[in-house]
Antibody, heavy 125, light 108 residues
Framework: QVQLVESGGGLVNPGGSLRLSCAAS????????INWIRQAPGKGLEWISY????????YYADSVKGRFTVSRDNAKKSLYLQMNSLRAEDTAVYYC??????????????????WGQGTMVTVSS | SSELTQDPAISVALGQTVRITCQGD??????ASWYQQKPGQAPVLVIF???NRPSGIPDRFSGSTSGNTTSLTITGAQAEDEGDYYC???????????FGGGTKLTVL
């Protein structure tokens, strides 16, 4: 079964740290590009990070750059998000999502085709 | 604020057709993808590219793009289509992605 499963969420004090994990199964993780996307309570989706299949290319949203670090271990089929200097506005459900690019009739497109169920991070004292 | 703009809410009568739109400069460069999200659940990809549906998505869902506007059309909306719909595209810079603010669809 193709799936992503996040873990590691919880309650943390402002300024604290947390490490999220995303475990993959049912597909070739080492060939896959993975993203982190979050959703604050009652709000919309916010893309926050991308990592290429080998980890050689990484992108971050400005809102987390310098505080969050994404990494992966292809041998363990796992993705990680190290979150430091957490703020109240980081409170959200964090999803990992597989990114795929497509070439259909000569046209390029991309999308997040597999999503985990999410893990909740609450930053509060 | 989102760089992709969506109407916050739309309603449609059962069995009728509804179009959900998304506007943004990045759509002149990159195709959008559309996601359906129901309460308490993760988003699900429903349309990507010019007009492509992943396996398992009903053919009443379709997509189109013109200029800086992309649309998701549901032809013959069903009760189970209620939920939030988000558009997404790569940013014009190419190094990040943006989501629209989401459209809450109500099927009456």
């Amino acid at each position: 079964q193709v799936q992503l499963v996040e873990s590691g969420g919880g309650l943390v004090n402002p300024g604290g740290s947390l490490r999220l994990s995303c475990a993959a199964s049912g597909f070739t993780f080492s060939d896959s590009y993975i993203n982190w996307i979050r959703q604050a309570p009652g709000k919309g989706l916010e893309w926050i990070s991308y990592i290429s299949s080998t980890g050689s290319t990484i992108y971050y949203a400005d809102s987390v750059k310098g505080r969050f670090t994404v990494s992966r271990d292809n041998a363990k089929k796992s993705l990680y998000l190290q979150m430091n200097s957490l703020r109240a506005e980081d409170t959200a459900v964090y999803y990992c999502a597989r990114f795929r690019d497509y070439y259909v009739l000569g046209s390029y497109s991309d999308a997040f085709d597999i999503w985990g169920q999410g893990t909740m991070v609450t930053v509060s004292s | 604020s989102s760089e992709l703009t969506q109407d916050p809410a739309i309603s449609v009568a059962l069995g009728q057709t509804v179009r959900i739109t998304c506007q943004g400069d990045s759509l002149r460069t990159y195709y959008a993808s559309w996601y359906q999200q129901k309460p308490g659940q993760a988003p699900v990809l429903v349309i990507f590219g010019k007009n492509n549906r992943p396996s398992g998505i009903p053919d009443r869902f379709s997509g189109s793009t013109s200029g800086n506007t992309t649309s998701l059309t549901i032809t013959g909306a069903q009760a189970e289509d209620e939920g939030d719909y988000y558009c997404n595209s790569r940013h014009s810079s190419g190094d990040h992605w943006v989501f629209g603010g989401g459209t809450k669809l109500t099927v009456l």
